[in-house]
């Protein structure tokens, strides 16, 4: 990390991008743990699919509630070392998911990796921005990817760990929690150094103008940008979260197949991250929304209706389109709110946790009134929603 003590404002300081994306891999991968034993946990748990639904609910919520609070507090109050703080949440609700034996405890060790998850966005994002020397959506997707990886191996972990030695074997997983940790005191030292010479606020606020819009121009796109993180994340909750079941019920595969083919989508979530910033970058943040979130469209009302290849083929596909926004949004929306990167970073993150949640509750709640098929039929429909796009000014005059 002293590599990157010297640099300034305007170089992209790439072994600090390097240690927060690695940090952001560890922390996405033991959170995807608790998505992925899903199956796990139900046989062992008898639970349905509403307890299914308020286990990711909790999870969600307890991350996307905090994370503006967070992102408003240190805009003001610039917290270095405040990453250690979220990643020990993680690490002991990990080792309470170890060894939970009721419900209620699965339901608190879920609430203590989303606090862990409250801290850690906001300022991880802060930390790209200042690290990035311009080149935003290339820092953010770099950021974004390690998350999107860590998420994308959980499944697969859990196929190949989890599953075969039950509930117990998440506590080794801890040892990645420790990693992370010293990841981020590294990052810390970085950060505090930033600060103490000066160099903080000419690097949060490189590149950074006042758009010139009207402020109800203004609050109306960061309502179309919500909106449309509401339609990405409510389609991605019934991936993420049912898709291992949808197969199984389906095509009658077994668990750990299924494992694999969600693991296979969440690495092509990983891919779509990677390019939609620097794409962003080059032609501007509108194109590529208006290409990830309406574009993926004809894709989701397809896969419902056919056989298991053409699934696997659609879902890789769909992961990569439907990615490909949220580094392009998060940009955009730090533009329309200049010097407010902590807030947005928190207000986004958080929001896409929340309907994350709110999404997979109720998904749970209609695949068990109405079966998990007819909750990927009307899903298919959400990303229309990307016709809003529409109502986004443009701002590639500032590319």
Known sequence: MSSARALPAQETAYPVLGAISAAHFLNDMMQSLILAMYPLLKGGFNLSFAQIGLITFTFQATASLLQPLVGLYTDRHPKPYSLMFGMCCTFIGLLLLATADSYPML??????????????????????????????????????VGGNAGTALG????????????????????????????????????????????????????????????????????????????????????????????????????????????????????????????????????????????????????????????????????????????????????ELLPGRVGLVAGMFFGFSFGMGAVGAALLGKLADLRGIEYVYQLCAFLPLLGLLTVFLPDLRRRH
Not at 131 to 138: M, N, P, R, Y
Not at 269 to 286: M, N
């Open 107 to 144: 339901l608190l060790a879920a609430a203590l990796v989303g606090s862990g998850s409250s801290v850690f966005h906001p300022e991880s994002s802060r930390v790209a921005r200042m690290a990035s020397g311009g080149k935003f959506g290339l820092a953010q997707s770099v950021f974004q």
């Open 155 to 334: 499944p697969l972990l859990t196929a190949l760990i989890v599953m075969p030695n039950g509930q117990g074997s998440v506590a080794w997983f801890s040892l990645a929690a420790l990693l992370a940790i010293f990841l981020l005191w590294q990052v810390g030292r970085w950060y505090s150094h930033q600060q103490a010479s000066g160099q903080l606020k000419a690097k949060l606020h490189h590149g950074a103008t006042e758009t010139g819009l009207p402020r109800g121009k203004v609050i109306g796109s960061i309502a179309v940008l919500l909106t449309l993180i509401f339609s990405k994340y409510f389609y991605m909750a019934s991936l993420t979260s049912y898709f291992t079941f949808y197969l199984m019920h389906k095509f009658d595969v077994s668990a750990q197949t299924a494992q694999i083919h969600l693991f296979l989508f969440l690495f092509a979530v990983a891919a779509g991250t990677l390019i939609g910033g620097p794409v962003g970058d080059r032609i501007g943040r509108k194109r590529v929304i208006w290409f990830s979130i309406l574009g993926v469209a004809p894709f989701t009302l397809a896969m419902p209706h056919v056989g298991l290849a053409a699934t696997t083929v659609l879902s890789l596909i769909i992961g990569v389109i439907l990615a490909s926004a949220f580094s392009a949004i998060i940009v955009y929306a730090q």
